[in-house]
């Protein structure tokens, strides 16, 4: 009965690389985003989704993809990874009646080497 | 610029004392939310407390209570009867409505030791 869970855990890969980080809710939210906390522990948002359209793109890198397949679901693309990606990224959602409260999942740690 | 400042990076407190951890923000609206978030090691990001600006009463969740200055722009986060289970990084947040998006601000966090 988890309710934003996201895969992998923990990804380690190499500079250069292309991978991906799963998100999905089972909690009926159509508001669905990305943060990025680095290694000073601060977090930031990257991305906004409501109802499978962008509506919150901060200043990232096209590196980085976005993609809402359906409102259960943020999936989060990189492309040429560079050692400064590595972080936590964490999924979050909100529910349309309380829009202010955000549900984190359990977050990514990224390993670039 | 809209900003949260939590100028404690570390605090310790003694198993069943209370501590206060301090967070000031910054923003020009008028209608906001402010939030205290736990992280403990686990590094699930764990809502504490949840306050409306518009409400002058201060948010409690049992042992946690806020303390809502809107004038000052504080908000601090006090903590009684601390438990081992206490021991996170605890981040203050702030969001705005501006535009119909919602956004939220997290300030840097404060380490919160719990000793026993």
């Known amino acids: 009965d988890t309710a934003v869970s996201q895969t992998p855990k923990y990804l380690v890969t190499q500079m250069g690389n292309d991978k991906s980080i799963k998100c999905e809710q089972n909690?009926?939210?159509?508001?669905m985003y990305w943060y990025k906390q680095d290694s000073k522990k601060f977090l930031k948002i990257m991305f906004s989704?409501?109802?499978?359209?962008?509506?919150i793109n901060e200043t990232v890198p096209n590196r980085f993809s976005p993609k809402s397949p359906d409102k259960a679901h943020l999936n989060l693309h990189i492309n040429s990874l560079e050692l400064g990606d590595s972080a936590v990224y964490f999924c979050?959602?909100?529910?349309?009646?309380?829009?202010?409260?955000?549900?984190f999942g359990p977050g990514t740690r990224l390993t670039v080497l | 610029a809209q900003t949260v400042t939590q100028s404690q990076p570390e605090m310790s407190v003694q198993e069943a004392e209370t501590v206060t951890l301090s967070c000031t923000y910054d923003t020009s609206e008028n209608n906001y939310y402010l939030f205290w978030y736990k992280q403990p090691p686990s590094r699930q990001m764990i809502l504490v407390i949840r306050?409306?600006?518009?409400?002058?009463q201060n948010a409690t969740e049992n042992r946690f209570s806020v303390n809502f200055q809107k004038a000052a722009k504080s908000f601090s986060l006090k903590i009684s009867d601390s438990q081992l289970g206490d021991t996170a990084m605890y981040f203050c947040a702030f969001i705005t409505t501006t535009s119909g998006t919602y956004k939220y601000i997290f300030g840097t966090g404060t380490r919160l030791k719990v000793l026993a």
């Open positions: 989704y409501n109802n499978k359209e962008l509506i």
């Open positions: 909690l009926g939210h159509d508001t």
């Open positions: 306050q409306e600006a518009y409400k002058q």
């Open positions: 979050a959602s909100s529910p349309p009646t309380l829009r202010d409260t955000q549900y």
